[in-house]
């Protein structure tokens, strides 16, 4: 069974760069057609989708995100990674790694996150 | 960007049924997932697709389509369903970059 652990620096500067890791364990990340993903939610407020890293190692990302953060993959560690610069009070939320998958039906295609991390809690604050 | 817009907040009583929606542009070519978030954990997949539930999902939820509306439907809520749930798809101007609703907090009376 394939689970996702984040981990990073808890607090950040403003100005600087967010890092953080997801690790998989239970599956590899360079096999099967997975979109490996990175979704935040600020403290009582919703979900926002960040970006992906397919298997093979194209990339995605949300527009309000593109110019500030690299997603990346590190098959020898079986991990994915954020990168997020010139962060902000407003980049302070919990960080979930998870993995996406793309379904094609007859009656149309369909995307969904279907393991999650547990989520870290990233503080931006001097 | 294609936006999805839910009710905030919907109550049920405790047995009955409950409808959640999700409206937009982009769900008249993809399906929405569903999302279900309870305080302080992480979000659990309860429907994907045209109405595919993961395993350990209860049969009680269900999912469907007409129009621009996706719908998660809960027959029988029980008390453990109190929760924020989310609908998430794809944007309907950039087929890369997916988009999830602002959330439905459900409460179960």
């Known amino acids: 069974q394939v689970q996702l652990q984040e981990s990073g620096p808890g607090l950040v500067k403003p100005s600087q760069t967010l890092s953080l890791n997801c690790n998989v364990s239970?599956?590899?990340?360079?096999?099967?057609?997975?979109?490996w993903s990175w979704i935040r939610q600020p403290a009582e407020k919703g979900l926002e989708w960040i970006g992906h890293i397919y298997t093979n190692e194209r990339t995605n990302y949300n527009p309000s995100f593109k110019t500030r953060i690299t997603i990346s993959a590190d098959t020898s560690k079986n991990q994915f990674s954020l990168k997020m610069s010139s962060v902000s009070a407003a980049d302070t939320a919990v960080y979930y790694c998870?993995?996406?998958?793309?379904?094609?039906?007859?009656?149309?295609?369909?995307?969904?996150?279907?393991?999650w991390g547990k989520g870290t809690t990233v503080t931006v604050s001097s | 960007s294609s936006e999805l817009t839910q009710d905030p907040a919907v109550s049920v009583a405790l047995g009955q049924t409950v409808r959640i929606t999700c409206q937009g542009d982009?769900?008249?070519?993809?399906?929405a997932s569903w999302y279900q978030q309870k305080p302080r954990q992480a979000p659990l997949l309860v429907i994907y697709?045209?109405?595919n539930r993961p395993s350990g999902i209860p049969d009680r939820f269900s999912g469907s389509t007409s129009g621009n509306t996706a719908s998660l439907t809960i027959i029988g809520a029980q008390a453990e369903d109190e929760a924020d749930y989310y609908c998430?798809?794809?944007?309907?101007?950039?087929?890369?970059?997916?988009?999830f609703g602002p959330g439905t907090r459900l409460t179960v009376l």
């Open positions: 697709g045209r109405n």
């Open positions: 982009s769900l008249r070519s993809y399906y």
């Open positions: 998430n798809s794809r944007d309907n101007n950039d087929v890369q970059f997916y988009v």
């Open positions: 239970g599956g590899s990340i360079s096999s099967g057609s997975y979109h």
């Open positions: 998870a993995r996406g998958r793309v379904g094609i039906a007859t009656t149309g295609t369909y995307y969904y996150l279907d393991v």
